[in-house]
């Protein structure tokens, strides 16, 4: 047990400190539990490749097709053109085009497409001569998504990596009244914060949550799945509008002031700058052309593939995996992680263009196939396998942690905490986990942290997921500080932000998120997964808890 110990505070030091990079002290468990004599090396290697990083590998391969098709461009615009320009709807829009994107892509992606995208926008709604030429966005250097740049970068991003960012916009500020100024700071924060929140919704949406499944499905074996795709998006899916549009109200206040009527653009003034907005959207708009071949068959790939997600087995009814590949007990042989690599598998295989032959310029007579929807070159150039190492090595540090029975003993000594009630310590965990990541990588937060809350969970018979699941939750609560997160950081380098502007609006949005993530707890989220008892999978094998029945009720 004190070896264990000693190989996650080693870890959990350098993770904080980031003395060595965040993948490259994933790789400790492999060296030292074999010499502590914790884990046989070939058990702690399966560890790096289990069913939730396939999973990942998968989600990514759809993700990385979307991006380099400009698909998400072409949604983001679209959606936009929909919901209006008006001051409040104009940042709604942004915020939920943005969180939709979050929810399949990498969060960092999104809020490099749409802040450029949101300052285009800007620059037009303060520019008086923008009701001019409506062709004038197809000359605006900050609308298009730009190359990375190698002279800015963010440093200390999730995945501990410097982040190309967009360069920011050169158009000076200094002529900017208060109140645009205000506009400008509410758009901007509106991006990187809904980026942080739709990834909740989705368990590919951002890391933490496959966290979660790794380390539940690693420390409870015979959970029965109880976290997978459709349990998981009917929990976290409300969660998430419910804090988006709580966030777009404090925002509004914050930035906008009271005055709704001229929030929602009423007056003279408002229309003007509405249509000059406007034009500015139709016209990159229209510059994407009629929609591709290829982005058609991205986009009926995407839809089979969160409906394969969501139907697999989504608990309430038998889903096809249990119909078509049921095990000896009538669970699904075939996982989410199975799904999405079925699905990134056909993405090598379907041509980008249709009917599928083309003339080779090269050889005249002679016919070669267009290029496939998604090629392993740009797989490998977008795929962060450093993230994927990390995630193998919390898998890893929580297996290590059971084997060694360091997790038992931390179950022993928590059980005081029995007498507080269950809904206190999950608020105050969540207090705990908001502040601490907004110093930290969120992944090396939830991988340190779900390990010991699962040893607490057991120790005092309260349902694990009671407090693993808020807690990993509020890992993506990093709202405050620029290095908190790459959305965060991304959006602090265009300018026209101060620290103080994004912990003053962060704050009270960390305290929304934790209330947010409480009223889903102890509502919604008790019957999607049985939270009022203490499972029979739970119960540790070599403790007292044996001799707890599986019906024994230490419900919220």
Known sequence: EAYCAYAIILMALFWCTEALPLAVTAFLPLVLFPMMDIMDASEVSVEYLSDSNVLFVGGLMMAIAVEHWNLHKRIALRVLLIIGVRPALLILGFMLVTAFLSMWISNTATTAMMVPIAHAVLNHLHNSKASGDPEEGRENPTFELQEQSPQKEVTKPDNAEALPVPPAPSEPRAHLTQQQARFSQGMSLCVCYAASIGGIATLTGTTPNLVLQGQVNSLFPKNGNVVNFASWFGFAFPTMIILLLLAWLWLQILFLGFNFRKNFGFGEQAQEQKQAALRVIQTQHKLLGPMTFAEKAVTVLFALLVLLWLTREPGFFSGWGNLAF???????????????????????????????????????????????????????????????????????????????????????????????????????????????????????????????????????????????????????????????????????????????????????????????????????????????????????????LNSVADSTTAGP
Not at 391 to 409: T, Y
Request: glycine fraction near 8%; charge should be negative.
């Open 326 to 544: 049921p095990n000896a007990n009538g669970e699904s042989m075939v996982s989410d992680g199975t799904v999405a690599i079925f699905i990134g598998i056909i993405l090598f295989i379907v041509p980008s263009d249709f009917p599928g032959l083309t003339q080779n310029p090269g050889e005249p007579g002679k016919l070669k196939a267009p290029p496939t929807l998604l090629s392993w070159k740009t797989m490998n150039e977008k795929m962060p396998w450093n993230i994927l190492l990390l995630l193998g090595g919390g898998f890893a540090l929580a297996k290590g942690s059971e084997e060694s029975g360091l997790s038992m003993w931390l179950g022993d000594k928590l059980t005081p905490l029995e007498s507080v009630p269950p809904p206190a310590i999950a608020i105050i965990l969540c207090f705990l986990i908001a502040a601490f990541t907004e110093f930290t990588s969120n992944v090396a937060t939830t991988t340190l942290f779900l390990p010991i809350l699962a040893s607490m969970a057991q120790a005092i018979c309260l349902h694990p997921l009671y407090v693993m699941l808020p807690c990993t939750l509020a890992s993506s609560l990093a709202f405050m500080l620029p290095v908190a997160t790459p959305p965060n950081a991304i959006v602090f380098s265009f300018g026209g932000l101060k620290v103080t502007d994004m912990a003053r609006a962060g704050f009270l949005l960390n305290i929304i998120g934790v209330l947010v993530i409480t009223l889903a707890m102890n509502s919604w989220a008790i019957s999607i997964f049985n939270l009022n008892t203490f499972p029979s999978w739970a119960q540790s094998n070599t403790t007292q």
